[in-house]
């Protein structure tokens, strides 16, 4: 390739790159004012409720339930070098609460609702039920878009909090039964070193990364190409997008929340 | 009325509407024809205001689609589309009684229900397909249910798009025959989009040929077989030879 074929290639990308930027922004700005703006559809919200929040519970509580034990684990083997294997109650909850529970979730989330709302916008734009939707008098972005984003932006902190707790539960049964810790001093330890800004802040975390799932689930399920490859590449946009911004958001949040 | 005056719409460079004129007289049924990649879905869509005009206007009943309120201008219309476009979470009653579930046609629960059981029986469906969902319909009946959703609130306008495709001669017969029975019944002012020429025949009350971006030939039906135009004469005679290129 030519140095001009190269620039070329490095500018239409930066513009590709920073034109996606501008429409997610623009979408996110629209979604925010419908979600403040009626008519609001109860029905969809509560469905979104339930295939977003409860039907997530199986999938955060599997991973942060073996998330917890394997941490124990970890952090027993690399406490034993220098003889601190006590603090493996403290270092899972706070682990856990703090940065596990929320990016694993979100993760696990992402990969389970971001992919569900593209591939179904995605289907939807493409057999033309978002144009019915239209002449039946209905805003998709208040029908579809609203209702999902509102779900998972409710449904995570408690999803966070779920997993928490499950981590945390994980983190007591490999210590306790694996580890030899005596179980009322595991969970005295886990209940004096958690703070409640720990949880707190994760669950926040949690909050922002329910929006940018469901965001990015709509994003590019409204915007899905033509036919099924179209819908498939959206589908992969939709998760990979929002896992990026899970771990990028996760790593300014930290900042803010506890070096600021 | 709806009336089209020199409507262009591009798509990058692709010019696919390069000043369009229709007219169509109130409880009149046009069907515009073209082949396929000619313009007929983004005319439509235009006249709906789901695709934005690069030029010219679109007025309805005199006024402006892209000055009036859209929640008022579409409370009019019904469509039915190529597909149907049924919502697969929705059992078909609700997708019929869509319209009346919400926004400012809201009605009870019950009675919107038999509303769509109504217009479902108008179009030839049982009860029992109320509580089916689309997904367990067969294409021609899913037609019919696109077909009485279009009609769930009685609409001044309503827009069929290729409402044949994909269907056998026979079905394709029934919804033309319906179609036909229902706008007459109605009263209402009927676009619709087509290539198959027993659709025109049986919907039209005026023609409309659309190709390379531009209206070839408009007039009544009686017209279609004697028009002089070689355009309307080759894609009526399904001619391979003639002013419109075939790509073999």
Request: aromatic fraction near 8%.
């Amino acid at each position: 390739m030519t140095i001009t074929g190269s620039l070329s290639y490095i500018g239409r990308n930066t513009l590709f790159f920073l034109t996606l930027i501008g429409r997610v922004m623009l979408f996110a700005s629209n979604t925010l004012r419908h979600c403040v703006t009626g008519p609001f559809y109860w029905r969809e919200l509560f469905s979104a409720l339930v295939q977003i929040g409860w039907l997530s519970l199986p999938v955060v509580g599997l991973t942060a339930l073996f998330t917890g034990g394997a941490l124990a684990l970890q952090i027993y083997a690399g406490g034993a070098r220098f003889n601190a294997e006590a603090v493996v109650p403290s270092i899972v909850a706070i682990g856990m609460a703090r940065e596990l529970g929320p990016v694993l979730g979100g993760l696990m989330v992402a990969a389970r609702v971001a992919s569900s709302v593209a591939a179904e916008i995605g289907t939807m734009k493409v057999t033309e039920q978002i144009d019915a939707l239209v002449t039946l008098s209905t805003n998709p972005m208040k029908y579809l878009t609203v209702p999902r984003v509102l779900a998972a932006t409710l449904c995570m902190p408690l999803l966070v909090g779920f997993g928490d707790a499950i981590g945390i539960m994980g983190g007591y049964l490999v210590g306790t039964a694996r580890l030899g810790f005596n179980e009322v001093i595991y969970l005295k330890y886990t209940v004096d070193f958690l703070q409640i800004w720990d949880v707190v802040s994760g669950m926040i975390k949690g909050a922002v990364f329910g929006f940018i799932i469901a965001l990015m689930g709509c994003f590019y399920g409204m915007n899905s190409g033509r036919g099924a490859q179209g819908v498939g590449a959206a589908t992969k946009s939709a998760v990979v997008g929002a896992s990026i911004l899970i771990l990028a958001t996760n790593y300014i949040l930290t900042e803010v929340f506890f070096t600021a | 009325m709806i009336k089209l005056k020199n409507v262009h719409k591009s798509f990058g460079n692709n010019h696919v509407l390069k000043g369009v004129n229709i007219e169509i007289k109130k409880g009149s049924s046009l069907v515009v024809i073209g082949g396929s990649g000619t313009g007929k879905s983004v005319t439509l869509k235009c006249v709906l205001g789901l695709v934005t005009l690069d030029k010219g206007s679109i007025h309805v009943e005199g006024r402006d689609v892209n000055k009036t309120d859209r929640d008022a201008f579409l409370s009019k219309f019904g469509m039915l589309f190529q597909g149907g476009a049924l919502f697969d979470s929705l059992p078909v009653w609700q997708n019929v009684a869509f319209r009346l579930l919400r926004g400012p046609s809201k009605k009870l629960h019950d009675e919107a229900r038999e509303i769509a059981i109504e217009k479902l029986r108008r179009v030839g469906l049982s009860r029992n397909v109320a509580d089916k969902f689309p997904a367990e319909l067969s294409g021609g009946m899913q037609k019919r249910v696109g077909l009485a959703r279009a009609i769930s609130i009685d609409p001044d306008i309503i827009f069929f798009d290729e409402p044949t495709t994909g269907l056998d001669p026979i079905m394709s017969g029934v919804i033309n025959q319906l179609i036909r029975e229902i706008v007459v019944e109605m009263g209402a002012t009927a676009m619709t989009i087509t290539h198959d020429m027993s659709s025109v025949r049986a919907i039209a009350d005026d023609v409309a040929m659309l190709h390379d971006g531009v209206i070839k030939w408009t007039g009544p039906i009686a017209d279609l077989d004697h028009s002089n135009n070689p355009y309307l004469d080759q894609f009526v005679n399904g001619r391979a030879d003639g002013p419109i290129e075939a790509i073999r």
